[in-house]
């Protein structure tokens, strides 16, 4: 009956170890050492993971750029249900997520939220405060200037005139990770480009015809 009991206990033991990677491997250690550790007491956590345990906060994953910094323990975003006005919603850091976006987007982390207008499965519009240390500098390069070449968006911009007079265009690569603003006003936040440049809006797509004409085979020829 012993060894009974003992074959019973190291079979209970294996089949929690292979929960506790389980949980560990989904959730990352921060949210798994909530649920495994002895020594983690409700009331001798912080309010935001405390209600995460009964249940009056929900675990809310937030994907940001891969340059994003990756934020401080306590710091704080608002969240607000897509497509609502509704106020916004205080979320807090908790930990870097374990799994990417359902779309391949950026940088993921969870944040702790409060549950009354939150629902499993609802997809929600995250603001950053622009005037804490995580603000970027940069331009905004706009959506009618991008031009589509290899799968990569690219922009021209104007160089100086050439020694005839006539003006010339660089055509660089665009970071289109970021978009800002909305319809007509929308662009793509970029870093590195002096705020000075000069880029085309208009004929851009026939730049790149010209750019590439010269390499087409004229079959006719001789």
Partial sequence: AVNSDKAKISAAELQLNNLQSAVKLQWGETLSSLVFDNKV???KLAPHLANLLNRKNVLVQVSFPLDFPTPKLGSAINLSPLNTADAAIKAIYVSPA????????G??????????SLRIGMRVNTDVDAGGSMANNGV???????????GKPWAYFKLAKNKQGEDQFARKPIN??????SGADSGWFNQGIDAQSEVVVSGAQLLLSEEFKNQIKNE???
């Fill in 220 to 222: 006719n020829g001789d």
């Fill in 140 to 150: 905004v390069i706009p959506n009618q200037a991008l031009v589509w070449y290899g």
């Fill in 176 to 181: 289109a990770d970021i978009e800002v603003g």
């Fill in 107 to 116: 940088k993921t982390f969870y944040y702790s939220a409060p549950a009354e």
């Fill in 98 to 105: 374990a799994h990417s976006d359902a779309n391949g987007y």
């Fill in 41 to 43: 007491l409700s009331d």
